[in-house]
Every structure is written in structure tokens, then in C-alpha cells.
């Protein structure tokens, strides 16, 4: 069963910068798809990023130019560099493997 663990969220104010990580137990990592979703109070669940095994990426137009995913394939390990942030990026930041497995979720607060 893959396990995700996740660290690197907290409390930010606008403008600033976090990186979240996303560890995965899993064998032969490079092959899957590795996502970021978010959730704010009162709202559902939405698809912020997404990178293939080949490293192609996505992302939500809401983080465009300011959100990067990436992966480090010996690490097994995905990253979310999220810049220029805003209140409205807070959220609880959950780690997806395979669109089959969720992470525990990690706080994302901004504001000043």
C-alpha cells in the first residue's frame, strides 16, 4: 500500500513563499503521475498542479506563474514551490499519487 507523507506548509504573509514536499513509498515512482490539491473552508476540493511520470506539468489558471511542481524521481519525492502567495491560496495542500492515494494533508495559511 503507498504511503504519502507530506511536510512545508504553515503561515505565511501575501507575497511570501512555502515549498511543500510530498514523500512516497512506492517502487518504480517515476513511472506515476504526482498531483497537488487543495481545500478551503466551505469549498470543494480542487486539482492545483500535476506532473506526468515524463515531467509534464499542469496547473489550475488560479497559480499560474506562481506555483511550480516538480519531482526528484531518486527521492520519490514531489514538490510544490508556491510563490507570491495570497489569502485566498489558504487552504489544507493534500499530495495525490496516481489518482489513487491521498496524503494527510498539510495547513497553508496566508496572511498578515
Known amino acids: 500500500q503507498v504511503q504519502l507523507v507530506e511536510s512545508g506548509g504553515g503561515l505565511v504573509q501575501p507575497g511570501g513563499s512555502l515549498r511543500l514536499s510530498c514523500t512516497a513509498s512506492?517502487?518504480?515512482?517515476?513511472?506515476?503521475?504526482m498531483s497537488w490539491y487543495r481545500q478551503a473552508p466551505g469549498k470543494q476540493r480542487e486539482l492545483v498542479a500535476i506532473?506526468?511520470?515524463?515531467?509534464?506539468?499542469n496547473y489550475a489558471d488560479s497559480v499560474k506563474g506562481r506555483f511550480t511542481i516538480s519531482r526528484d524521481n531518486a527521492k520519490k519525492t514531489v514538490y510544490l514551490q508556491m510563490n507570491a502567495l495570497k489569502p485566498e491560496d489558504t487552504a489544507i495542500y493534500y499530495c495525490?499519487?496516481?489518482?489513487?492515494?491521498w496524503g494527510q494533508g498539510t495547513q497553508v495559511t496566508v496572511s498578515s
Open positions: 495525490n499519487f496516481n489518482s489513487l492515494t
Open positions: 512506492v517502487d518504480r515512482f517515476n513511472f506515476y503521475p
Open positions: 506532473i506526468t511520470g515524463g515531467s509534464n506539468t
